[in-house]
């Protein structure tokens, strides 16, 4: 039988988009069925396999999104959204395959369930970038959403902090906003797309706040301080407002956690 490692390394070192994401679902459908065995026989990669296209570039060196309602500045914000799916793929999957064997097999299941929804959502982001004539890789990417994920390679505690706790619960505070100037422009497919990204957000940071209270209160610590102190030490980015603090405390983020670093 084939093992559950081997499975999930084989889907980071695929490089080519599509197969990446059917890759995941199969790895996701495949535990789910018992078709892979407990086993963490391989190492996962410092990096996943990237595609050549598209060219990641540092935050400053990202070109201007230009007008939202011109095509160039639609088109920019959907292949924004795509990258990020795309990555994000890659981060739930390490999560499973890195932490999986010292965590238990309900933390891998829930990893990998995220990661199935990542890919579904870069599908769903892939084809609308596909409906407005362009595709996936046609314009520069943030080069920086994979320096979280290396950073905190050695600490789960600090994994789930950073990846689920902090960039995630971003999505849930900024995603309402765009949802609602994307319906405004009349792209009510654009808009249900994001509806059910927002809706597989909320459980996605539920998933990684469960676990990351879980390993605190199983060493005695504090979750929200031991939080505070993680992201101080790991997370180069500031936590700002404006946060959306019903999807947060929905995710068992409460105020507890952000509102003392908050800048």
């Given at each position: 039988m084939p093992t559950l490692a081997g499975?999930?390394?084989?889907?980071?070192?695929?490089?080519?988009?599509?197969?990446k994401a059917m890759a995941t679902r199969d790895v996701a459908r495949r535990w789910r069925l018992g078709q892979l065995a407990w086993r963490f026989d391989v190492t996962m990669p410092d990096e996943p396999a990237r595609p050549a296209q598209p060219e990641l570039l540092p935050p400053n060196r990202m070109p201007k999104r230009g007008k939202g309602g011109s095509e160039r500045g639609r088109i920019a914000l959907w292949?924004?959204?795509?990258?990020?799916?795309?990555?994000?793929i890659d981060l739930a999957l390490d999560m499973a395959g890195r932490f999986g064997?010292?965590?238990?097999?309900?933390?891998?299941?829930d990893f990998l369930s995220v990661a199935a929804d990542e890919a579904m959502h870069f599908a769903l982001l892939a084809r609308k970038l596909e409906s407005l004539g362009s595709h996936y890789g046609a314009l520069p990417a943030h080069g920086g959403l994979w320096q979280a994920a290396d950073e905190t390679r050695d600490d789960v505690r600090a994994r789930l902090a950073i990846v689920p706790m902090v960039l995630e619960a971003r999505g849930l505070d900024v995603t309402p906003a765009t949802l609602e100037r994307v319906r405004a422009r009349?792209?009510?497919?654009?808009?249900?797309?994001?509806?059910?990204?927002?809706?597989?957000e909320i459980r996605h940071v539920a998933i990684g706040t469960k676990h990351f209270v879980a390993l605190s209160d199983a060493a005695g610590d504090s979750p929200q301080q031991c939080w505070q102190g993680l992201v101080s030490r790991h997370f180069?980015?500031?936590?700002k407002p404006p946060f959306n603090d019903s999807a947060r405390l929905a995710a068992g983020l409460s105020r507890d956690f952000y509102a003392a670093i908050a800048s």
């Amino acid at each position: 039988m084939p093992t559950l490692a081997g499975a999930i390394r084989a889907a980071l070192l695929t490089a080519d988009p599509r197969a990446k994401a059917m890759a995941t679902r199969d790895v996701a459908r495949r535990w789910r069925l018992g078709q892979l065995a407990w086993r963490f026989d391989v190492t996962m990669p410092d990096e996943p396999a990237r595609p050549a296209q598209p060219e990641l570039l540092p935050p400053n060196r990202m070109p201007k999104r230009g007008k939202g309602g011109s095509e160039r500045g639609r088109i920019a914000l959907w292949h924004s959204l795509a990258h990020i799916e795309f990555v994000a793929i890659d981060l739930a999957l390490d999560m499973a395959g890195r932490f999986g064997e010292a965590m238990g097999e309900e933390f891998v299941s829930d990893f990998l369930s995220v990661a199935a929804d990542e890919a579904m959502h870069f599908a769903l982001l892939a084809r609308k970038l596909e409906s407005l004539g362009s595709h996936y890789g046609a314009l520069p990417a943030h080069g920086g959403l994979w320096q979280a994920a290396d950073e905190t390679r050695d600490d789960v505690r600090a994994r789930l902090a950073i990846v689920p706790m902090v960039l995630e619960a971003r999505g849930l505070d900024v995603t309402p906003a765009t949802l609602e100037r994307v319906r405004a422009r009349g792209d009510e497919h654009g808009a249900r797309i994001l509806e059910r990204i927002l809706d597989d957000e909320i459980r996605h940071v539920a998933i990684g706040t469960k676990h990351f209270v879980a390993l605190s209160d199983a060493a005695g610590d504090s979750p929200q301080q031991c939080w505070q102190g993680l992201v101080s030490r790991h997370f180069r980015g500031a936590v700002k407002p404006p946060f959306n603090d019903s999807a947060r405390l929905a995710a068992g983020l409460s105020r507890d956690f952000y509102a003392a670093i908050a800048s």
